[in-house]
């Protein structure tokens, strides 16, 4: 699947030490906004049970300007 390619394991994409992320994290950065007239990153937070099953969860779109997921963002 091609949008699937440009998205990349969090970590990988942010390595170094002092990460507080759980679950899993992919990010896609680039993202063009027609709106904004810029580009920003999307990150996805997947549970850490989404990759041993296939039940369907949930979605919440939640804006992230504290950097929730990771404190090393946040800096």
Known sequence: MKLMQRWFPYLEYFPGPDHTVTGSLFIC??????QLGNERAVT???????????????TLYMMDGQNLFDVVRAH
């Open 44 to 58: 996805v937070y997947l549970p850490p049970s989404y990759s041993k099953g296939s039940r369907d969860y949930p």
């Open 29 to 34: 950065p680039n993202v063009k906004s027609r």
